[in-house]
């Protein structure tokens, strides 16, 4: 997903000067206290800091109030306004450069708790744009999507994994409006994918992390008339909604309980849980038991399923021993190169083929993730490249893209209790170039897995808006999974 706050419409009329509608540079809706910093620049001259403000839902803030702002929801598809005031407004037509330099925090991605009642580190998330852009009064219109795919077979009797996929996969097009949550059910109806449906909460809910009643609804109405189930609620835990400190153990429980209602809400078996601290799953246990919900700890990469970190989560697990508790197997983590998205993606933020071949080269390392991010970013700068100009790519290169053995999911098969397929890409014969599939397929037939394997396109974390249709990536690799669970079965 393009790592921007801006957009080629951005540039907007307004009474005081002018105003630059925003856009998250994120996959999920985020606190207003996620927002660190704003600096503007226009035709190269800054905007005082104190001259800027932003609203959002109709209320002005000054920006040095948003990390205060810890109840105040950014919805991935609002738009708010940053708003510079001019002697003269900016009419329409006039062509400005506008830069945008921001700085925003990951509530959910902790590197390091806080310490004696502090606030923690967070992965944060630089955004440095320069563009040429027209005033304009509205947003650009949503391009017509077609459809060239025949419709999907049906599952087979014999078929061992049922498919879906999680909306998660469409990130880019929900954020930039070219589908509202009907509209996206729909497509993904259409194209005969399903029948699974797996959502991220903090994408697609407008009151996350609550499910109002108008939701439940609309939600209801689409499962009835297209026939998905419901596969699995992803859940994240905001230790750092606040600026100031961390959550404390009693408001975890009291985010996390509103989410598993909300998860029970839509009819949801299973929530993918983001923490796995003994203390906190110790508390939600008699809640799960309560509400009939599996809760399944995310292995993603750069970890697998025998890594030390990993490793304590299963002897949580044995020390709790509920049949209630598993783990999600994120396909990020089993990967045997880095996916051509991403390196495009790097190539067109600056990279030369040496930086290229020197990135690959330190991913492929046995190192500690830490250590190879470091290594990499260390090279830039010996280089006198800025990785800020990567934005999050220089850390996502490395905690996106795992290179665990596939085998190693056989270690811990009956406490998998659910499959992100995750795949970046699908190539001219059908086959995805960084993950080996047929042998993925292999591992878990033979390891007697029956659940949900949902499709998850993450190739919007590094290709631009509109390069590819995710929805019919996630049908090609349907017809992936199919045709090798089919073999599998027949060399079984």
Do not use: C
């Not at 049949?323 to 996916?339: E, K, N, Q, W, Y």
């Amino acid at each position: 997903m393009p790592n921007g706050l801006l957009d080629d419409s951005s540039l907007r009329t307004h009474p005081e000067g002018f105003a630059l509608a925003l856009t998250i540079p994120w996959y999920r809706s985020l606190w207003l206290s996620s927002v660190s910093s704003l600096r503007l620049m226009v035709d190269g001259q800054e905007v005082p800091f104190e001259e800027l403000s932003l609203e959002l839902g109709g209320v002005r803030y000054a920006l040095a109030d948003l990390p205060a702002q810890s109840d105040t929801l950014w919805y991935l598809q609002e738009h708010p306004l940053l708003i510079a005031p001019r002697d003269t407004p900016l009419s329409l037509g006039e062509r400005h450069q506008i830069q945008l330099m921001g700085e925003l925090r990951l509530p959910y991605m902790q590197i390091a708790p806080g310490q004696d009642g502090g606030p923690g580190i967070y992965v944060p998330n630089f955004v440095n744009q320069t563009l040429e852009l027209t005033v304009t009064d509205s947003a650009a219109p949503a391009p017509e999507l077609t459809t060239s795919l025949t419709p999907a077979p049906p599952k087979a009797e014999d078929d061992p994994f049922s498919l879906g996929l999680t909306l998660y996969s469409a990130s880019a097009e929900f954020r930039a409006g070219w589908y509202d949550f009907d509209g996206l059910l729909n497509r993904v109806a259409e194209l005969g994918i399903g029948p699974g449906i797996e959502i991220v909460a903090s994408q697609v809910l407008p009151t996350y992390p609550k499910v109002t009643d108008d939701f439940a609804r609309s939600w209801q109405a689409a499962f009835d008339k297209h026939g998905f189930v419901a596969s699995s609620f992803g859940a994240n835990l905001d230790m750092g909604r606040r600026r100031d400190r961390d959550m404390t153990p009693d408001e975890e429980y009291e985010f996390t309980q509103t989410l598993f209602h909300g998860a029970k809400r839509l009819g949801f078996p299973l929530v993918r849980i983001q923490s796995a601290k003994p203390e906190l799953l110790r508390r939600l246990l008699p809640l799960a038991e309560d509400l009939e919900l599996k809760l399944a700890y995310e292995i993603h990469a750069p970890l697998g399923p025998n890594s030390p970190e990993i490793m304590k989560v299963r002897e949580v697990y044995a020390d709790l021993d509920s049949p209630l508790l598993g783990f999600v197997a994120d396909f990020s983590s089993t990967m045997h190169s880095m996916s051509p998205t991403l390196l495009r993606a790097v190539r067109r933020a600056g990279l030369d083929h040496e930086a290229v071949q020197t990135l690959q080269a330190i991913w492929a390392t046995d190192a500690p993730m830490r250590a190879r991010q470091e290594d990499f970013i260390g090279y830039l700068r010996g280089r006198d490249f800025d990785p800020a100009r990567l934005g999050s790519f220089a850390h996502l290169a490395f905690n996106m893209h795992g290179h665990v053995s596939p085998k190693e999911w056989a270690d811990i098969m009956p406490q998998i209790m659910h499959v992100h397929a995750k795949f970046y890409d699908i190539d001219e014969q059908g086959n995805e170039p960084a993950i080996d599939y047929p042998e993925l397929v292999r591992v878990f037939v033979e390891g007697g897995y029956r659940g949900f394997w949902s499709s998850e396109w993450e190739g919007h974390a590094f290709a631009e808006l509109g390069e590819v249709d995710p929805l019919l990536l996630v049908r090609k690799q349907h017809d992936l999974i199919r045709s090798s669970m089919r073999a599998a079965l027949m060399s079984a």
